[in-house]
């Protein structure tokens, strides 16, 4: 019977000995280009942690499809269970590296709480400003994306994924696959049937502005499409999404 240690590889490396080790350091495993990027780091439980909260948030880029753990204690759990996958367990935090800890949090928590304290005391003629929900709809995607968060983009690309397939590889479905599709030409996807009006665009390049354009609605962007998606009307979703299909690609385009 293979031993948990020697066992093999799957569509994720093995994780025996992860504790303490370094990120993307698995033989045999092809690790995404960021995280290999992040190969001098370690796992330890801090970063184990926030990883686990949002894999894609913290390191966009990442193969990891897992939408991560929210809630506090079962992250805490998976990662005590993780610790034992060892021949040499990781030393657990001692009362000083949790006090250290704990001060480090208070102090981030009050570096973020004083510039929301200094707003509040702006003049109350503030408060008539229009709301952000409001005012989204004229923010570039530019801004949207700097604040963008690619795991809800992917929760949202899943009611997608009945007309298109995300994969490097993977096959037409009633919609061309979308792998690489930010930086594409639209219409240059082998084998599949374009309309004609997504023919005539094929001079122009599938940019977070377009993609933004056509994500509002398909349907009078391109008069004549065959997608029957009406499209995301809140622009944050648009910027979630676009963030994600960013991420599908050997290469992403940069950011803004």
């Given amino acids: 019977?293979?031993?948990?240690?020697?066992?093999?590889?799957?569509?994720?490396?093995?994780?025996?000995?992860?504790?303490?080790?370094?990120?993307?350091?698995?033989?045999?495993?092809?690790?995404?280009?960021?995280?290999?990027?992040?190969?001098s780091k370690?796992?330890?439980?801090?970063?184990?942690?926030?990883?686990?909260?949002?894999?894609k948030k913290v390191v966009p880029g990442t193969k990891m499809t897992f939408p991560g753990l929210p809630k506090?204690?079962?992250?805490?759990?998976?990662?005590?269970?993780?610790?034992?996958?060892?021949?040499?367990?990781v030393a657990l935090p001692s009362e000083a590296d949790i006090a250290a800890a704990q001060k480090a949090a208070e102090a981030a928590k009050s570096a973020v709480a004083a510039p929301a304290a200094a707003a509040s005391t702006?003049?109350?003629?503030?408060?008539?400003?229009?709301?952000?929900?409001?005012?989204?709809?004229?923010v570039p995607i530019a801004e949207r994306l700097k604040t963008a968060d690619p795991a809800k983009g992917e929760l949202i690309a899943k009611k997608c994924t009945t007309c298109h397939d995300f994969t490097k590889g993977g096959p037409n479905k009633v919609g061309p696959n979308l792998w690489g599709i930010v930086g594409a030409h639209p219409a240059e996807v082998p084998n599949y049937a374009f309309s004609e009006a997504m023919q005539a665009r094929k001079d122009k390049i599938w940019t977070f502005e377009e993609l933004d354009a056509f994500l509002t609605s398909p349907k009078n962007d391109v008069k004549g499409t065959k997608m029957t998606f009406p499209g995301l009307p809140k622009p944050q979703d648009r910027a979630d999404v676009i963030a994600w299909l960013r991420q599908q690609s050997d290469s992403p385009v940069p950011l803004p």
Avoid: C
């Fill in 1 to 39: 019977m293979t031993s948990p240690r020697a066992a093999p590889n799957k569509i994720g490396p093995n994780l025996w000995g992860i504790v303490g080790s370094h990120p993307a350091e698995v033989p045999n495993y092809a690790f995404s280009d960021a995280m290999k990027a992040r190969a």
């Fill in 42 to 55: 370690t796992w330890t439980y801090e970063e184990l942690n926030d990883f686990l909260a949002g894999p």
């Fill in 72 to 89: 506090v204690q079962d992250r805490a759990n998976v990662i005590a269970w993780l610790r034992t996958l060892s021949d040499q367990p």
């Fill in 122 to 138: 702006q003049p109350a003629a503030a408060a008539t400003a229009p709301a952000a929900s409001e005012t989204a709809a004229v």
